[in-house]
């Protein structure tokens, strides 16, 4: 239906043409109490109670304004003062019966207008107005239809959006509880041992305070490739400068090796898709800096047609399992990284994982523009 502002204007308007009809019949003929003077005094309250009215439209209230109009326009051409009134009061009703009403109760509007032009004459202009006032109201139904159809589309991506924040919380507090902080609980523990190593034999507590130093020097690039993979991209950066970034950001924190290597490479259309493309890559870089003990890393991206293809390899301890498989094939073994599969999928990518045991791992995934 038309939104509320837009019915409140439209009986505004449907008012200030009762009032019009009025002062014009005043003008044209006796000022004397007759039927059509009831009509245009219970039309022109009823026109002013519409406008009062805020409450939300039924389909009883829209049926009632049908009626009225319908009323006021039949016994408008009936008791015409003269010739131009008629096709006024015609074109009013069509008017507001397309813009105020659905389908049906047009098609009953031109059906009755014609009925009566058929009776009184002025068929013609009768059927202009009826073709124009079909027109408007199949328009309006294919607005209307639109409408409903990016609604239930906004209402799906706002279930999605929620979904995915809800997703990030769990996989920044799971991250977030097996690293930094299984580190500051190690951290606590080294301290205790070595508060009571201190009272027995100060040489040993030196020693052990060599090895908490080096415990937190792990901490402090546990913490920073922590907030790597939650760091937004800078603004205005292309996909591969954010890329060459977060290498360099890598090689500067761990002194792990990386290169990087691009051609061709332009940016989505889609900003979103940019964005997960550079999160896959830093929690890639984050697996590889926590569990491979790689010191070489190689990155790179292609423009393979309608898809963008990254490539991240370490020379460092792989997987667990041997081979190499897909997203399917690795969902259905329960291997490979949970939350770079997730994006994938969301992302309606391609994954290859592939392992080779104590020589290193090599990451491939596909995503569409």
């Known amino acids: ?89 015609c074109a009013f009703f069509l008017a507001s019966t397309a813009l105020l009403h659905d389908r049906v109760r047009v098609f009953a509007a031109v059906a009755g207008t014609l009925a009566a032009a058929l009776l009184f004459g002025g068929i013609a202009p009768v059927i202009a107005l009826g073709a124009l006032a079909v027109a408007v109201a199949f328009y309006k139904h294919y607005l209307e239809a639109r409408m409903s159809t990016t609604l239930r589309h906004n209402v799906v991506i706002r279930s999605q ?71 937004p991209p800078d603004e205005g950066m292309s996909l591969a400068a954010s890329l060459v970034r977060v290498a360099d950001g890598l090689q500067r924190d761990t002194g792990i090796t990386c290169t990087f290597t691009g051609e061709e490479l ?42 963008v293809e990254i490539v991240v390899e370490d020379n460092g301890a792989g997987f667990s399992f041997a081979g190499t498989f897909n997203l399917e094939e690795l969902e259905a073994a329960r291997l490979g990284p949970v939350s770079i599969k997730r994006r994938i999928k969301m992302l309606a990518g391609e994954l290859s994982l592939a392992s080779r045991p104590g020589d290193g791992a090599k990451l491939t995934f596909r995503v569409p523009f």
């Open 266 to 307: 332009q940016d989505p259309p889609e900003v979103d898709i940019a964005l997960e493309i550079l999160q896959i890559v830093r929690e890639a870089f984050n697996n590889i800096q926590k569990h491979s003990g790689a010191t070489r890393v190689s990155l790179s991206a292609h423009r393979r047609g309608r898809h």
């Open 161 to 231: 959006a929620l979904s995915a924040r809800e997703a990030e919380r769990q996989r920044i507090a799971a991250d977030f509880h097996d690293g930094p902080l299984q580190n500051f609980v190690g951290f606590q523990l080294r301290l205790e041992i070595i508060r009571r190593q201190m009272e027995r034999d100060a040489g040993v507590a030196m020693q052990e305070l060599l090895g908490l130093q080096e415990l937190c020097k792990s901490q402090v690039a546990d913490l920073r490739a922590f907030v790597r993979t939650m760091r």
């Open 1 to 89: 239906m038309v939104p509320y502002r837009g019915r409140l204007a439209l009986r505004i308007a449907r008012l200030s043409v009762s009032l019009v009809c009025a002062a014009w019949y005043w003008h044209s003929a006796p000022l004397e109490l007759n039927t059509l003077w009831l009509l245009l005094a219970a039309h022109a309250i009823y026109s002013a109670v519409e406008c009062i009215d805020f409450g939300y439209e039924t389909r009883l209230r829209s049926w009632i304004a049908f009626a009225a109009d319908a009323a006021y326009f039949l016994l408008w051409i009936w008791t015409s003062p003269d010739e131009f009134q008629a096709p006024l009061a």
